[in-house]
Nanobody
Framework: QVQLAESGGGLVQAGGSLRLSCAAR????????MGWYRQAPGKEREYVAS???????TYADSVKGRFTITEDNAANTVYLQMNSLKREDTAVYYC???????????????WGQGTLVTVSS
C-alpha cells in the first residue's frame, strides 16, 4: 500500500512563511501527480496546488504568486512553500497523490492525514 506522511504545519504570523512536506512511501511503481488541498473550519475542502509529470505545476487563484509547489522525484516527495501568509490561509492542509503501484490494484489514489496551518494576525 501507499501512504503519505505530511509535515511542516504550525502557527505563523500573517506575512510569514511555512513549508509543508509530503513524502509518499510504500508499494510505489510510479507517481502521476501530487498535490495539496485545504479545508478551513466550516468550509469545504478546496484545491490549492498540484504538480504532475508533463503538466507541471498549477495553483488555485487564491494562492498564485504566494505559494510554490516543487517535487523531489527521487524521494517521492512534494513541498509547498507558502509565503506572505494571510489569516484566510488558516486550514488543515491535505496532501494527495495518485499513480501506479507494484501490487493490485495497480492504480492508487491516497490522501494524507492533514497538517494544521494557523495564521495569526
Amino acid at each position: 500500500q501507499v501512504q503519505l506522511a505530511e509535515s511542516g504545519g504550525g502557527l505563523v504570523q500573517a506575512g510569514g512563511s511555512l513549508r509543508l512536506s509530503c513524502a509518499a512511501r510504500g508499494t510505489i511503481f510510479s507517481i502521476n501527480a501530487m498535490g495539496w488541498y485545504r479545508q478551513a473550519p466550516g468550509k469545504e475542502r478546496e484545491y490549492v496546488a498540484s504538480i504532475s509529470t508533463g503538466a507541471g505545476a498549477t495553483y488555485a487563484d487564491s494562492v498564485k504568486g504566494r505559494f510554490t509547489i516543487t517535487e523531489d522525484n527521487a524521494a517521492n516527495t512534494v513541498y509547498l512553500q507558502m509565503n506572505s501568509l494571510k489569516r484566510e490561509d488558516t486550514a488543515v492542509y491535505y496532501c494527495t497523490a495518485d499513480g501506479q503501484q507494484t501490487i493490485q490494484p495497480r492504480y492508487f489514489e491516497v490522501w494524507g492525514q492533514g497538517t494544521l496551518v494557523t495564521v495569526s494576525s
